[in-house]
C-alpha cells in the first residue's frame, strides 16, 4: 500500500504565480478531501469528491481555487492567481466511505507565496 | 455550525505521567469521532470511535466516547519523549471537522 501521494512536497512562488498541487488516492478508496492547515486556523476542509464527483465546495476560500478529479486515480488542486495569505500546508487524504472508516493523509505539500 | 473544541491548547509533561486529553463536539448526525497523531508532518490514525462507552485501546493509548455528553477523551499512561506531537480530533456528521488539537510536549 503507497499510501496517499501528493506533489510537489514543496512549492515556493510569487504572488500572482499560479499553482497546481497534486494527489493521488490509495487505490480503492472512493473519497478525496483537501485540507489546508495553518497555525491560526488548524486543518480546514476546502474541498471533497465521492467517485470523482465534487460533493461539498464550501470550505473554498474564494474563486481563485479550483479542484478537480478527472478520474479515481488523481486530483489536482489549483490557485490561480496565487496570494501570500494562502501560504499554508495542503493535505489530501482520502478514504474508503465516510464516517465509518478512517481518512488516510498524504504527507502534504508546504506552500510558500511571496 | 457544526464544531470540534480540543483543550487544553498545549501541554507540557514529564516522561511516565499520565495525560488526558478532551475532545468535545457539536455536530449533525453524528457517526464516527476520530483522533489522529500529527509529528512534523501528515496526521496518522490512532482510534475511530462510534459507539459511547467502548473503550478503544492501542499500547498506552486508550480513548473513550460519550456520545451523551458528546466528548471524548484520549489517554496516554507513561508518556515517552516519542509521544510529543499534537493529537488532533475529528467528528464526522455530513463531513470530517477537526478541532485545532493539542500540543503534548513530554521532557525526558
Known amino acids: 500500500d503507497a499510501g496517499v501521494i501528493q506533489s510537489p512536497r514543496h512549492e515556493v512562488t510569487e504572488m500572482g504565480q499560479e499553482v497546481t498541487l497534486r494527489c493521488k488516492p490509495i487505490?480503492?478508496?472512493?473519497?478525496l478531501f483537501w485540507y489546508r492547515q495553518t497555525m491560526m486556523r488548524g486543518l480546514e476542509l476546502l474541498i471533497y469528491?465521492?467517485?470523482?464527483?465534487?460533493?461539498?465546495d464550501s470550505g473554498m476560500p474564494e474563486d481563485r481555487f479550483s479542484a478537480k478529479m478527472p478520474n479515481a486515480s488523481f486530483s489536482t488542486l489549483k490557485i490561480q492567481p496565487s496570494e501570500p495569505r494562502d501560504s499554508a500546508v495542503y493535505f489530501c487524504?482520502?478514504?474508503f466511505g465516510t464516517g465509518v472508516s478512517p481518512l488516510h493523509f498524504g504527507n502534504g505539500t508546504r506552500l510558500t507565496v511571496t | 455550525e457544526d464544531k470540534v473544541v480540543q483543550s487544553p491548547l498545549s501541554l507540557v509533561v514529564h516522561e511516565g505521567d499520565t495525560v488526558t486529553l478532551n475532545c468535545s463536539y457539536e455536530?449533525?448526525?453524528?457517526?464516527?469521532l476520530l483522533w489522529y497523531k500529527q509529528e512534523k508532518k501528515a496526521p496518522t490514525f490512532l482510534f475511530m470511535l462510534?459507539?459511547?462507552?467502548i473503550e478503544k485501546k492501542s499500547g498506552r493509548l486508550s480513548s473513550i466516547l460519550d456520545k451523551k455528553e458528546l466528548f471524548s477523551i484520549l489517554n496516554i499512561t507513561a508518556t515517552q519523549t516519542g509521544d510529543s506531537a499534537v493529537y488532533l480530533c475529528?467528528?464526522?456528521?455530513?463531513?470530517?471537522?477537526f478541532g485545532t488539537g493539542t500540543r503534548l510536549k513530554v521532557l525526558a
Open positions: 462510534t459507539s459511547s462507552g
Open positions: 469528491f465521492n467517485n470523482n464527483v465534487p460533493i461539498d
Open positions: 487505490s480503492g478508496h472512493d473519497y
Open positions: 475529528a467528528v464526522f456528521g455530513y463531513k470530517y471537522i
Open positions: 487524504a482520502s478514504s
Open positions: 455536530v449533525t448526525n453524528f457517526r464516527s
